[in-house]
């Protein structure tokens, strides 16, 4: 995840605060200041804090229940407002936020694999290893997002389409994210998948899948994204 991108989107906000407080004759932002300017700037802290961390968090929550409020005006609401963004980004910088997040995809990402193990333990050898290497295409794609390495390209037309699992493995064995013995053996996972998505189920049997399942987990494990 690019956390320094949204740590410049909540100084973007910040800015826009300062500008409206500076205009403002009053402390509550009134006097000077155009209220199409408090909604405008009250609707994209909403809509950032969303985008962040999503509306289950603690941030929007709070945020929304100020918004809420019909007993101040939208001026005193925009300073209360601030406060969750200044904080929000303080935990960004710090690097709460990234941790959080890495536990939850960590969560999520278990919950497939639990997923492919069941579906394996009930004969569904070709679903299991399906849902094993697209797990793992993701996280590689994470993976990129966190070196800074391009998940996209042009092509020979000029379209931006999706870079092949394959040379994002490359890349990021290139950039030292990990070595060349893995990059091996994620091509060999990512092959599976392949195998098992085209009906070539004869090419792997139900132990490389269970192998297979075991091995992407530990990577998970080793590299977090």
């Given amino acids: 995840m690019n956390y320094t991108f949204f740590s410049n989107q909540l100084d973007g906000i910040i800015n826009e605060y300062s500008k409206i407080k500076s205009k403002a004759q009053y402390d509550d932002l009134s006097g000077g200041v155009d209220m199409e300017e408090l909604i405008s700037l009250i609707v994209k802290i909403k809509a950032t804090v969303n985008r962040i961390v999503g509306q289950t968090s603690e941030y929007y929550i709070e945020a929304s229940k100020i918004i809420s409020r019909t007993n101040i005006n939208d001026g005193p609401k925009l300073r209360m407002l601030i406060g969750i963004i200044n904080a929000l980004r303080d935990d960004i910088n710090n690097g709460y936020l990234k941790t959080l997040n890495e536990i939850i995809q960590s969560e999520v990402f278990s919950n497939y694999l639990e997923m492919a193990d069941y579906l394996l333990n ?55 994210k990990y070595n060349l013995a893995y990059q091996k053996q994620v091509t060999a996972w990512l092959d599976t998948r392949n195998s098992a998505a085209h009906g070539q189920y004869e090419d792997y049997g139900i132990g490389e899948i269970k192998l297979m399942i075991a091995g992407v987990r530990q990577f998970l494990l080793s590299y977090p994204a």
């Fill in 122 to 176: 009930e004969g569904y050898k070709d679903a299991a290893a399906v849902i094993t290497g697209s797990t793992l295409e993701i996280h590689l794609k994470q993976l990129c997002t966190l070196a800074g390495i391009p998940i996209d390209i042009a092509n020979p037309k000029g379209k931006i389409v999706p870079k092949k699992a394959d040379v994002i493995n490359a890349e990021l064995t290139k950039s030292g």
